[in-house]
Each structure stands twice: as C-alpha cells, then as structure tokens.
C-alpha cells in the first residue's frame, strides 16, 4: 500500500499536469458532484496539498476537492482525449487543454469550501504531516512524550495516522532501524539521545524516501533511498552483521535485526 512518499510524488505528477491551466472538462461519477462540474470550468487548480493518505485538490474559486484512495483508488495522468485501457471504474475526470488527470476506483471524494474541509473527520483525526517541512524535530519529541502517545508501543504507533501521517509499514521498519529501537519500547523509556535519534529518523527517513526513492540518482554516493532491513529477512545487517528476521507486527510484516534494536 502507498505510503506517503508514493502518495506525495503522485500529487507532485498530477500538479505538474494541470496546475495554473484553465479547465476545459470537469466529471465527476457521483451525483452529489455533478453540480460543480459546470461552475469549475474555466477555473484552476492552485495546488495539490496531500495530508497523509489523503489529497487535496484546491480550486482557484477556493473550493477543494477531497479525495482518499483508500485500497484501490489511482489517479492517472493523461494526454487530453484520450482514455486507458483499463477495468477500473473512473470517478473523477479533470481536463485542461493538453493534459487530463484521472481519478479511479476510490469511493471517499467530496468537494469542500474552506470551512467544512476544516471540519473533516479524517483531517482533524489525523496528525502532523511527516513531509510538511515546517515540522519539527522538537515538535515530533513533544508528541512522543505527550499523555496521548508516550505509553504506546512503537509497533502500533508507527502505524496510527494521529500520531504523525503520512507513515505506513516500509517507512515504520525503516525508521525504528535506524533509531537501533525495537517495536515494543515506548517513547516514556526512552533516554533523551534516543528519543532524539528517533525524532530525527522518523522525519528524515520518510523525506529521503520522498526525494530518492523510485530513482538512482546518485547511487553510487549512496544517496539513493535502500531498504536496510526491510524485505531483507536472513540477510546481514549492515551495521552490527546480525541476521535480520521478519514476524507479523499489527497485522503486517516486520522486519528488524535481534544483535542491534534492542
């Protein structure tokens, strides 16, 4: 399932189409959006905002399309006119004079003004973005030594969107790795170095992934985003030589080395 590394390069792709250009077609499958169609011709979309799972795509006449793909929604970027070849059911169609951004098979889309996308459920639910760049590390300490999170396990809390969002397994694995944690500590037990190094891996790793991952720029200076633990069960680990193993953690795999988190 996309993470929010994916989720954020996929908005970055549907941005890159359609962004500033005035929209020749609007369609949207559901009937309670039908009656924007019409009046979103001719507008822009400003930006595509992503919090957590979630996208946000904000029109210049200030109303914002909420969209979450859940299990099996996907947006795809096209040439204008044309359509894939594909079993999917489209939601939402998008169009500007060169390019159409497409959105199938998601079932959570709703259109909102300022006000009641402020009210969201799921967007006064969730947490601090880990791709927002204006969090900080100090800010992410706060909220693991809070009453609300500082008694968890790592191993769920990873995994809950109110804590930080935009976090799912691979980027869970990775980070406690690099933190040399294992996922049943708890923010409260921790020493301030390690809560330090924790606070600093669960913004940079999710970032680099962002930036690198997908790509070999810069492979061989090992700028590239790799794995270090995940899907590497019965390998070396790279820092301590012990053998990494893979369990189940809240229901999803997990992968980590018994000779250094701990």
Not at 43 to 65: D, N, P, Q, W, Y
Not at 151 to 168: H, K
Request: hydrophobic share 40%.
């Amino acid at each position: 399932m996309p993470e929010g590394p994916e989720i954020r390069r996929a908005a970055d792709r549907l941005e890159k189409a359609i962004a500033g250009k005035p929209l020749t077609e609007v369609w949207f499958a559901f009937p309670q959006l039908k009656t924007y169609e019409n009046a979103l011709i001719g507008e822009t979309v400003t930006a595509i905002e992503t919090r957590g799972k979630a996208l946000l795509t904000h029109f210049s006449s200030g109303l914002t399309l909420y969209s979450h793909n859940q299990l099996y929604g996907v947006w795809r970027v096209v040439k204008t006119g044309s359509e894939p070849a594909t079993q999917r059911i489209l939601r939402v169609r998008l169009g500007c004079a060169d390019q159409t951004i497409l959105l199938y098979s998601a079932s959570d889309i709703e259109m909102h003004n300022s006000d009641t996308l402020a009210a969201h459920p799921f967007l006064q639910r969730i947490g601090p973005d880990v791709l927002d760049l204006t969090l900080t590390e100090e800010e992410v300490c706060e909220r693991l030594l809070s009453p609300r999170f500082r008694r968890r396990q790592f191993s769920g809390l990873l995994l809950d969107q109110a804590f930080l969002a935009g976090l799912g397994n691979y980027l869970r694995v990775e980070i406690l790795w690099d933190a040399a944690l294992a996922p049943q500590h708890r923010a409260q037990d921790l020493t301030g170095a390690q809560l330090q190094r924790l606070a600093h891996a669960l913004l940079a790793i999710p970032r680099h992934s962002y930036r690198m991952r997908g790509t070999m720029k810069s492979a061989h200076h090992g700028a590239a985003f790799r794995f270090k633990v995940f899907h590497r069960a019965g390998k070396p680990c790279e820092r301590c030589g012990g053998i990494i193993e893979k369990s189940t953690l809240s229901s999803r795999p997990f992968y980590w080395c018994p000779g250094c988190q701990h």
